[in-house]
């Protein structure tokens, strides 16, 4: 059974950088495409960024396109998620979910992402002065 564990947020300014990671265990991360979701307080969970298996693909929500980069080590069996430019709407708890899907990494007809499942713990990130 697939496990994923998030790891790397923390307390930052707004402008700063933060890389989340994505650790998986159970197995091989390398058939599954990896989504990031994020939660903030009072709002529903909404998909943040997609990788396909092999990281052909990638898209990302429209108001962090340009500011984060998803990525993937499938040796490390592992996916990350460069934030650059953090700004106080990022506040939220981030989760990795993955699925043996890759079509399902595409954007639906109202432009959202899918967040996938088998999610993780979350890890907290916030961005405040």
């Known amino acids: 059974q697939l496990q994923l564990v998030e790891s790397g947020g923390g307390l930052v300014q707004p402008g700063g950088s933060l890389r989340l990671t994505c650790a998986a265990s159970?197995?091989?991360?390398?058939?599954?495409?990896i989504a990031w979701s994020r939660q903030a307080p009072g709002k529903e969970r909404e998909g943040v960024s997609c990788?396909?298996?092999?990281?052909?693909?990638?898209l990302y929500k429209g108001s962090v396109q340009g500011r984060f980069t998803i990525s993937r080590d499938n040796a490390k069996n592992t996916a990350y998620l460069q934030m650059n430019n953090l700004k106080p709407e990022d506040t939220a708890v981030y989760y990795c979910?993955?699925?043996?899907?890759?079509?399902?990494?595409?954007?639906?007809?109202?432009?959202?992402?899918?967040?996938?499942?088998?999610w993780g713990q979350g890890t907290q990130v916030t961005v405040s002065s």
């Open positions: 159970g197995l091989a991360l390398e058939n599954y495409a």
């Open positions: 990788i396909t298996h092999s990281g052909g693909r990638t």
């Open positions: 979910g993955a699925t043996p899907v890759q079509a399902m990494c595409i954007y639906a007809p109202n432009g959202s992402l899918p967040t996938f499942g088998s």
